[in-house]
């Protein structure tokens, strides 16, 4: 260990809701990314998908351990709305 570009505490990521995760600036022009999964299961390591560099991400677990039932939630979400299109695409099949 200890191939590091960098540490960044968790604090001094931005947070991008829209795909669950948090980046930090690459020196490529591109940006470190780790998920709330990956900080759920203890991963601390930020990838950049762009080069091979990464970043050891600063933060404590215990802030990601109840994220399951946001997880949960959100899933339970997805698939009522994927059902009401397909009940919508059988009611035009039916008229
Ligand atoms: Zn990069």
Known sequence: ???????VEIE???????R???HYPCPCGDR????????RDYE????????SLIIRVIYDPL???DDDEIEKSEDETDSES???TFEDA??????
């Not at 260990?1 to 540490?7: L, V």
């Not at 470190?32 to 900080?39: D, H, N, T, V, W």
Request: net charge negative.
């Open 32 to 39: 470190f990314e780790i998920s709330r999964q990956q900080l």
């Open 82 to 84: 994927s059902e009401e």
């Open 1 to 7: 260990m200890g191939a590091y570009y960098d540490e």
């Open 12 to 18: 001094d990521m931005v947070w991008d809701p829209a």
């Open 44 to 51: 601390d390591i930020a990838t950049c998908p762009s080069c």
């Open 20 to 22: 669950k995760v948090f």
């Open 63 to 65: 802030d990601y351990e």
């Open 90 to 95: 059988m009611e035009k099949l039916a008229l």
